[in-house]
């Protein structure tokens, strides 16, 4: 057996344990089909750390992820912990990693699979083709910048700050990406109110010149919300300060159908991390009903950052084949649905090439009864 990489899995809170063990199951599979050996090493990340340990992100677990070749993360937050005022949140345990990994380049692909045009809330003529990838920038703006109050707590502040360095590291990445794809990049942000958007495009013309070929235009982040949805398929690649992407990548996942479709990666110069875009979603915990996809495809975006290209066409093209058969879980509003185990189990039976039993409405039913 070829000794591949370290994974470091950091299944977290909610539905994060349930579409991990899909994840892990898809990754296995493709072990199993051309006998590698990744090696994965289980970390506490979020509210089921703060509970062990007391703190969402423990050192044990930082330097587990400092050692892989990959971080694997299902997703964080519990309602135990959900007061925004709490001085310990899981939250803070992901922002953290992410800062500490230094993951400043978050790509989100957002597409609308053939089968799903029809039970989008969308018109199909407007999401039919939709097929873009969202940068956004991930330690960076907002998030990271100072912030606090005064001292008799009349004001609170956060201030959105960027250095020259943070937009052209992933403004570079997502060029790079745009010159594969339709060579177009859309860069999002408020730069008629803004003055750190305002630097983000005097720094992305700079750098646009090195890219010659990509046709480089501009929306304001309210305008780019609005333009998502009326006209999907007429973004390539959008490159976008952290808060923006956050907000526009959930918008996005209408297109698609179902937030539980999209997959994420985190690159840095040293690290790599692969989380859904979603988040613990703690109403559907516990219940087996998560749609998996999103941590499914994330998996297959590590072994894409592995250059293992053909092994990650195997687990698209099982998630296709489920989509092409209405094989859905029941955020997607199918007629039939398959659990979130169900559902991992037939991407793991089509990634090992074996026979696959699909429901009948019948037979759907009787489950129900
Ligand atoms: P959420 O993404 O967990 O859920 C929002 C809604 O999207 C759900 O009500 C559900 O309808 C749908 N949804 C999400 N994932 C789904 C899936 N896999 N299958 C089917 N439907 C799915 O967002 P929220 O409810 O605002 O946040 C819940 C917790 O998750 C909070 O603690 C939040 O901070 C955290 N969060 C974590 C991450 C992360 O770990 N990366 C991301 C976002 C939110
Ligand atoms: C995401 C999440 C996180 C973010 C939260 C949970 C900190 O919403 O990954 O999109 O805001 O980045
Ligand atoms: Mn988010």
Request: proline share 4%; with cysteine.
């Amino acid at each position: 057996m070829k000794k591949l990489k370290k994974i470091a899995v950091l299944a977290g809170d909610g539905i994060g344990t349930e579409v991990m063990a899909q994840g892990i199951k898809a990754l296995r599979a493709i072990e199993e089909k051309y006998q590698y050996n990744f090696t994965l090493e289980e970390g506490l990340m979020g509210g089921i750390a703060i509970d062990k340990t007391g703190n969402p992100l423990p050192q044990e677990t930082l330097d587990l992820a400092m050692a892989a070749d990959a971080v694997l993360l299902g997703a964080i937050g519990t309602p135990k912990y959900a007061d925004p005022t709490l001085k310990v949140r899981p939250e803070q345990g992901l922002l953290g990693l992410r800062k500490a990994l230094g993951l400043y380049a978050n790509i989100r692909p957002i597409k609308a699979y053939d089968k799903l045009v029809g039970l989008s809330p969308i018109k199909n003529d407007r999401i039919q083709g939709a097929d873009f990838i969202i940068y956004r920038e991930l330690i960076g703006g907002v998030y990271f910048g100072e912030s606090g109050r005064n001292k008799d707590n009349t004001m609170a502040y956060d201030t959105m700050t960027y250095h020259r360095h943070e937009i052209e590291r992933i403004a570079h990445e997502a060029f790079k990406t745009a010159m594969h794809r339709k060579r177009q990049l859309c860069l999002v942000d408020k730069a008629n109110v803004l003055e750190s958007s305002r630097f983000w495009r005097e720094t992305v013309d700079i750098i646009a010149r090195q890219y010659p070929k990509v046709k480089l235009s501009y929306l304001y982040i309210d305008n780019a919300t609005m333009q998502m949805i009326l006209n999907p398929t007429g973004f390539d690649v959008i490159l976008t300060a952290n808060l923006f992407g956050d907000i526009l990548s959930d918008e996005a996942s209408v297109i698609g159908g179902s937030l539980g479709l999209l997959p994420s990666a985190s690159i840095g110069d040293q690290h790599c991390l692969f989380e859904p875009v979603h988040g613990s979603f703690p109403e559907g915990a516990g219940k087996d009903i998560a749609n998996p996809t999103a941590m499914i495809l994330s998996v297959a975006m590590m072994l894409d950052h592995f250059g293992l290209h053909r092994e990650a066409r195997d687990i698209d093209h099982a998630i296709d084949t489920c989509m092409a058969k209405s094989i859905m879980t029941s955020d997607l509003g199918p007629e039939v649905s398959y659990s979130c185990s169900q559902f991992g189990d037939i991407v793991e039976a089509l990634i090992l090439g074996e026979e696959i039993k699909i429901k009948s409405l019948e037979q759907a039913n009787a489950s129900i009864i």
